[in-house]
């Protein structure tokens, strides 16, 4: 059998409930797994420490409130909004019935996390809720949430509230025992992994769609959100909600399922870094030199014009592009930045010194594509 890591000390918890565990037969709330999980939470909550729900659920709840048994059946967005409208309610009736103290409905959409101010006002509501002794239960707004707009699942809405929440340990409760080797329920000889140290294209080669039909995301989102923790310093760790030893476990100390460590205190991102390199969509690219590429990697240098050979895409002034360099017929991504400029005007002085940057556009006010201070690599 695999060893189980020991569970790192924690003050702030985010724990994470999927449609498996909120709905395991997918006709709407049940509590068949729900109760050891709240237990859980309400001994540490007695213990003086902070946990946050993220729960999946809602749709599920709704579909069975409407009579439409049938998780398999496809459905349109206005429809899932819909669902999620209905059931937005029952889910959160169905959670306080499992805790003696207020709980309180938090929607967030993508938007919320992809606008530094909306992030920082979100943070501020949680620490607020926190400070009131209340139970912070999170979902993502499916009402008004449209496909570009949409975290899409509640893994990485989950990996952001731990970053919101300055937490110290992410909970992703799923209805398998971690991370394989292979696909446990096609591979019997498949062996979890007790413990990932970084995450890398191995890592993620090693994942898998959901099973569950009520479910969204799958081993593939775990592991995304695991990076998006483990960058800004916070351990993450998958268990089995569907079983109460894994629960035990965690209360003595252990990770029965998988724990992914925090990166090394060298390697965590600033608050701003990591919402630049995991909240912010890149609208464009600019292609640069292997010299350019160089002096951000090894320099910390801005972007400056002479070091770009190409731009793609639309974007304007305050967009987030990635800064990518071509090695044959390959694209390699070197950072995420914010750009001072347009689509159009790094055209216009792509490959020109600095210098030379007012004699082709009308206002050159800065004399970089892109400062230091907005940019992390990838």
Sequence with gaps: MPSSPALPDWQTAVVKVGSALVAPDARGCSTRYLLPIAQWIREHRAQGKTVIVVSSGAVAAGRAAQGRADATTSLTIPEKQALAAIGQSLLMQHWSRLFDVPCAQVLLTYDDLRRRSRFVNAKNTLSALIDTGALPIVNENDTVAVEELHVGDNDNLAAFVAVLAEADLLVMCSDVDGLYDADPHATPGATRIPQVDAIDASIYALAGGSHHAAATGGMRTKIEAAEKATDRGIPAVIVNGTKRAHFDALRGGTVPGTLFKAAAPDRQLSSRKHWMRHALSATGTLFVDAGAAR?????GASLLPSGITDVQGTFARGDAVTVALRIGGEIQPVAKGITQYGAA???????RHSTA?????????????????????L
């Design 295 to 299: 002096a951000l990697q090894e320099q």
């Design 345 to 351: 005007e790094v055209q216009a002085i792509q490959g």
């Design 357 to 377: 940057m007012a004699e082709v556009l009308d206002t050159a006010p800065v004399d970089y594509v892109i400062h230091r201070n907005d940019l992390v690599l």
